[in-house]
């Protein structure tokens, strides 16, 4: 069953990405059953649910990179049956989960790759952003610390003009410092082009989303404001495992 | 002394040979996870033609050579991006399936290249300069060596630079890594699998018209011959490493040619040794990366 409210802003803007029905198989394995889920045009929508319940899943099955069955519509257009790399230039940045940064490439390589035809790169709000990357241009990226490795996977999404942006959990690993700098590039991001964030860390969620969906055994179980699930006990409690008492300090339960 | 030079000098042609065969397996492999059993026949094909050319323009003159080395690389190039093109890349993702065409594919060309050029050996001649030496240190040192050497350092350095310095370069890099976050920031990296085919398979033709005056004569089985040890250079060098290809290939002909000298024709032993010792102590190769 699906609980839904409408206190969040979801519901109220168009959306740019909508995915219906969507299940998807690893190596014949079922691991999406049934999600729905939609991104509004702008902002943060936050994808939540315990570990293992498919969030990855689902967000690779969008890009394309797992069979998939559902339809996923991005600005209106069906995607079924377009292969990664076009599903890409209809406009998705995506930034997966442990950063998939080319060790072997330097910094500078690693953006240059993610160029895409056809449209402005934007260095400037990349470098902006994230100064170390300027500075440590020419160092392999393999070298890079976790943090400064998200940073370049999230810069790779960011100097395209994207449509969305698909982010899987950016603050995974990282020291409290790193989390609040990302979080920080996240919310920046999501002023130019709205964001599906995979999130665990209910701080983050709380700072940056206004949308949540909430999956329970690859299926949506949950779709409304964020804030309103972070302040409803008992739906955290039964699909987060986090007691967020009210969102009176859910970095606590943040395990 | 003079013998240990010699050893050596023709140690390393050897190892380049095994190096253009190779670079190709290695880098296909790392892209695209095919082992490519048809790189044999590349290379045979490149000798063939590159013979049959030779003759046409005179197999003494250099321009008979020059033109060989042209056609073979051509040729294998030819051959293998129409065979990635309209083989591989309609089995995409299926490695199994892949790998099993590829083995079809080179028992079909060698039946074929029986039936044009004949099974038996085919004795083959260059410039004169080609079959003389050259003196080094008391060691008479086979002018066809030389050849052979520059032209894989050659190679070496091409395809280094075409990997570091171009687009392309970086996407092959890149996917060698990790193919599905390339695809994933919007590149089709199948133009980047039809590359290093072609690449591949142009390293591989060279080396069959230089592999046919370094041992004397063509056959069609001379490529899958230099196919068995081009596979285990290139798992002691690490799959998908170019260096480590290169490496590999030199250490491995160089062990040949002693322990077949020193050790009463013990050099395929030796190679067989050298590979078990490797994957027991780094299974992913000298200077493989771990796969993912
Ligand atoms: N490569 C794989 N092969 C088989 N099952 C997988 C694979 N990757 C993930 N799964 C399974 O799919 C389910 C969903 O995983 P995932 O999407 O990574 O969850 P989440 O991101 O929500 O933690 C899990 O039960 C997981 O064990
Ligand atoms: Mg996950």
Known sequence: ?255 | MSTVILLFATGLGLGAIYFLVASGLSLIYGLMGVLNFAHGVFLSLGAFLGWEVAQMIGSNTWAGFATSLVVGALAGAVFAAVTERFIVQRLYNRHIEQVLVTVGLALAAVALFDGIWGTDPEFIRGPQWLAQTTNIAGASIPNDVFVTISAALAVLLSIVLFLKKTRFGMVIRAGVENRSMVMALGIDVRTAFTLVFTIGGAAAGLGGVLASHYFGYVSPLLGQTLLLYAFIVTVIGGLGSLLGAAIASVLVALMQQFANFYLDGTGDFAVVVLLALVLLTKPSGLLGRRQV
Do not use: C, W
């Open chain 1, 1 to 255: 069953m699906t609980t839904h409210d409408d206190q969040g802003s979801t519901a109220h803007s168009p959306a740019i990405l909508t995915v219906a029905g969507l299940s998807a198989h690893i190596n014949g394995q079922q691991v999406v059953e049934q999600v729905d889920l939609e991104v509004p045009a702008t902002g943060v929508t936050a994808l939540l649910g315990r570990n293992g319940v498919g969030k990855t899943s689902t967000i690779k099955a969008i890009m394309g990179l797992i069979e998939r069955s559902g339809t996923v519509t991005l600005a209106g257009q069906e995607t079924e049956g377009l292969p990664t790399y076009k599903v890409a230039r209809l406009g998705v940045g995506y930034v997966p989960e442990d950063r998939e940064v080319f060790a072997g490439l330097t910094v500078a390589e690693n953006l240059k790759i993610a160029e895409r035809a056809g449209g402005g790169h934007h260095y400037d709000l990349v470098y902006d952003l994230f100064p170390e990357l300027y500075e440590r241009a020419d160092q392999a990226a393999g070298t890079l610390s976790g943090g400064q490795q998200q940073m370049v996977a999230l810069a790779r999404a960011l100097l395209n003009d994207n449509k969305v942006l698909l982010v899987d959990e950016p603050t995974k690993g990282l020291a409290p410092r790193l989390v609040s700098d990302v979080t920080a590039a996240l919310a920046k991001a999501a002023e130019l082009v709205p964001v599906l964030l995979v999130e665990q860390n209910l701080t983050v969620v709380r700072d940056v989303a206004q949308g949540a969906v909430v999956l329970s055994g690859g299926r949506t179980v949950h779709t409304g404001g964020a804030l309103a699930l972070l302040r409803d006990p008992e739906t955290t409690q039964r699909y987060l495992g986090v007691s967020t008492g009210g969102a009176a300090n859910p970095k606590e339960a943040d395990a």
